[in-house]
């Protein structure tokens, strides 16, 4: 019959898709097997007619010619190793869930085999940094990726934690009222970056500390000329500190280094035969502080004298 024709091919393209690949191809004798499984009586023209529509129709089936010929899905939509990278980015992230990464995890291995699927068990060990626990985020994120599509406000409630590590909402559960620009991903964070009505300047939040996130029929307060790349140059590990002009002697092999954290376009100048000297722009804190600390020396802070006295006072805590 038509229908059971049209079952026979939809169960075929699955059996094919999930059960089979190079290593595994599923001779006529196992589909028709699978077939009879699901109340479906065949023969062997049946499943050679099937798997001549499903190539036409674009899926790629290969044959394995041979004494009895045998049949596996070629090229699918991601590769076994751009799954196992995908997989590694979603265990090592640690702005996702253990849970949640069980669940994308889950799902990534719906688009290959079943033997394959097995491949993507794999655990990646990170520094030590636990997975967050609020599952809020994901609907967080998509609220605020709506909201920056549409230039509209969004409102929301900020956490905070006590000294003995309890989460509390920040100022007594204020909802604060924030025109979005920008999500940016830094230290394997999510940071929701834009016009903050209750600081009345441009400021950051870290997105798993956001909840109760709404949308408002408010548009965006706009800010000309804001690139988030260049915010993220600028504010090193999002701190908000002022933003200041820093000059930077340097020996002439960390140049590359330079480059890589301040761009191509950073202002520099020959001092003599092994240094130059670079002016920056950027957040006098602690995490600028600990880049040029790790440099022993080939970069040293030459003014102003207020953040080159900064970085000393920090270094002479650490000692």
Avoid at 243 to 252: G, I, Q, R
Avoid at 291 to 302: D, L, M, N, P, Q
């Amino acid at each position: 019959m038509k229908n059971e024709s049209q079952y026979g091919l939809l169960l075929l393209q699955r059996y094919l898709y999930e059960h089979t690949d190079d290593q595994h191809p599923a001779s006529v004798a196992d589909i028709l097997a699978f077939w009879q499984e699901h109340g479906i009586q065949a023969g062997r023209k049946s499943v050679y007619s099937a798997i001549e529509v499903l190539q036409s129709s674009g899926m790629d089936i290969v044959c394995v010619k041979s004494t009895q010929n045998r049949y596996f899905v070629g090229e699918r939509l991601f590769e076994l190793p751009e799954l196992k990278l995908l997989v590694d980015a979603v265990e090592s992230s640690r702005f996702i869930t253990a849970k949640k990464s069980e669940r994308l995890i889950e799902k990534l291995g719906k688009l290959t085999s079943e033997s394959h699927a097995r491949q993507l068990d794999r655990h990646i060990y990170m520094d030590g940094t636990a997975k967050p626990e609020n599952e809020c985020i994901y609907y967080s994120v998509d609220e605020i990726h709506n909201a920056i599509q549409e230039k509209r406000q969004i409102t929301f409630q900020y956490y905070e934690y006590t000294p003995q590590k309890e989460k509390i909402l920040k100022h007594n559960g204020y909802r604060y009222q924030f025109s979005p620009y920008a999500l940016i991903w830094s230290r394997d964070c999510y940071y929701a970056v834009g016009w903050s009505e209750k600081h009345g300047k441009i400021a950051q939040f870290r997105v798993d500390r956001m909840t109760a996130v709404e949308p408002l029929e408010q548009a965006a307060v706009q800010t000309l000329n804001f690139d988030p790349a260049e915010y993220v140059r600028k504010v090193f590990g999002m701190y908000p500190d002022n933003l200041c002009t820093v000059e930077l002697l340097c020996d002439n092999e960390i140049m590359r280094s330079v480059i890589d954290r301040f761009g191509e376009n950073v202002q520099t100048e020959t001092v003599d035969e092994q240094h130059f000297r670079a002016t920056v722009e950027v957040a006098p804190s602690p995490p600028f502080f600990s880049w040029v600390f790790t440099f022993s020396g080939k970069i040293r802070i030459v003014s102003p004298a207020a953040v080159l006295e900064e970085m000393q006072d920090m270094a002479a805590w650490l000692k």
